[in-house]
């Protein structure tokens, strides 16, 4: 029988979360009365959450177990869940509980008016400090100004995607990928759906401020070349400073000024200039550094156990 939806869920470390997530989100495709399937995507966990997957496997033919040979990233982890789907419409989802299953019928309901990327917008987040509020919101809006294509305000990767963007975005091979940047990036007709974000259910966050960098700086380089022009601005306002400052030097020297005289104004120059050049050079290599990933060609993500008909 051909599959209606695919519920993807990448794991890591979620041990606690399992059983619930798998209760609320049977409940809720059931009711919909259409085949489904969920899709575990296992990144490497190492707390009993892979014996976990396998025995609600074991249970129900509906689960279908991926489980990576070593942690490759959760977006990498998102990538294997569209690789092996097989849904009509796909939805991606935390198994943190922090989107709420439920949601999910919204979604749906925007999928069969004709839409094909519904995304959940965050009207309310309960459970995170204001310092992650605060770079959360930072973190979007910088992406939706400096990033070549419009990607909605306070998304995540909760949405619901169409057969037809899924296999465009299983076509788009990139390393270092942002999803929601690369679902936005395809076009399609999109809307979003606002939604309250709970409180994790149970653990901790696998996100940390380091992999959250992270994420930004792919979603910057991979959408702009915003980095790279401010480079150049640098250089020519180095430049430009430079050019302003010969005469009025050269003036002041001839009517006697001590102002520009000693080392500290040359030191001064030098280490601006430098800083701007190690800047400059750190910005190349982001990009280089990513071509060279390319480059190589390696798999997105290696593979222990999968199921066969994918």
Known sequence: MPITYSIIAPIFNEYENIPELYRRVSEVMNSTGEPWELILVDDGSTDGSTER?????????????????????????????????????????????????????????????????????????????????????????????????????DTGDFRLIDRKVVDVMNSMREKHRFLRGMSSWIGFKQIGVEYKRAARHAGVTKYPFRKM?????????????????????????????????????????LA???????????????????????????????????IYDEVKGRPLYVVREAPKDV
């Open 213 to 253: 960098l992270k994420l930004a700086l792919n979603a910057i380089t991979g959408f702009s070349y915003f980095p790279l022009q401010v480079a150049t601005y640098f250089g020519f306002i180095s430049a430009g400073l430079a050019i302003l400052a010969i005469p009025i030097v050269a003036v002041l020297r």
């Open 53 to 153: 997957i396998r025995a609600l496997a074991a249970q129900d033919e509906r689960v279908r177990p991926v489980i990576f040979a070593r942690n490759f990233g959760h977006q990498i982890a998102v990538t294997a869940g569209l690789d092996y789907s097989r849904g009509q419409a796909v939805v991606i989802i935390d198994a943190d509980l922090q989107d709420p299953p439920e949601t999910i019928l919204e979604l749906i309901k925007k999928w069969r008016e004709g839409y094909e990327v519904v995304y959940a917008v965050r009207a309310e987040r309960e459970g995170e400090t204001w310092f992650k509020l605060l770079t959360a919101s930072m973190f979007y809006r910088l992406i939706y100004r400096i990033t070549d294509v419009k990607i909605p305000l």
């Open 256 to 290: 006697g000024s001590h102002f520009f005289e000693g080392q500290t104004t040359t030191l001064i120059s030098v280490l601006f200039l430098g800083g701007v050049q190690l800047i400059s050079l750190g910005i190349l290599g982001e990009y280089v550094g990513r």
